[in-house]
């Protein structure tokens, strides 16, 4: 199959059936933008592996003190599960508002995002490996094929 081939049949591929993502994955998914919008630094931290890459707590307690999040309409567009890892791509809209306007008014931007987040099975619970953006996760999938 042609590279273009591969990424024509990746971009097309529906979201998944809500009852086709296995429920803990979908969990540990909710459950990473839960604990970022109650900017709960230690908890957020718990959901990384051992041999994942998390954020520095000193990253997160900036982008923590520097604004708050809310996610909404959360899609688990593609899931990818081999052996004891899981690709996850979402779409989820962010509203992210701090208090940068000289009179004090909170701004408020909000627009949405595509991310990947990567997970392998340990104990028996999702934990996670990496995040970073959809792209990333596409080109990875390219190289793959």
């Known amino acids: 199959m042609t590279p273009a081939a591969v990424l024509l049949s990746l971009v097309?591929?529906?979201?998944?059936?809500?009852?086709?993502?296995?429920?803990?994955?979908?969990a540990?998914?909710?459950r990473f933008f839960e604990l970022q919008?109650?900017?709960?630094?230690a908890g957020?931290?718990?959901?990384?592996?051992?041999s994942g890459t998390p954020p520095r707590p000193e990253q997160l307690?900036?982008?923590f003190d520097n604004?708050?999040?809310?996610?909404?309409d959360l899609v688990i567009s593609r899931v990818s599960i081999n052996?004891?890892?899981a690709r996850v791509r979402i779409n989820v809209r962010r509203e992210r508002s701090s208090?940068?306007?000289?009179?004090g008014t909170p701004f408020v931007s909000a627009y949405p995002m595509s991310i990947a987040l990567t997970y392998e099975k340990t104990g028996g619970d999702w934990k996670l490996l990496s995040e970073g953006p959809a792209a990333d996760d596409l080109a990875a999938s390219l190289l793959e094929a």
């Open 28 to 30: 540990a998914v909710e």
């Open 83 to 85: 052996g004891d890892r």
């Open 12 to 26: 097309l591929q529906a979201a998944p059936a809500a009852d086709a993502v296995e429920p803990a994955l979908r």
């Open 61 to 63: 307690k900036y982008v």
């Open 37 to 41: 919008e109650k900017e709960d630094a």
């Open 67 to 72: 604004g708050d999040d809310k996610y909404s």
């Open 99 to 103: 208090t940068r306007k000289p009179d």
């Open 44 to 50: 957020y931290l718990a959901l990384w592996s051992p």
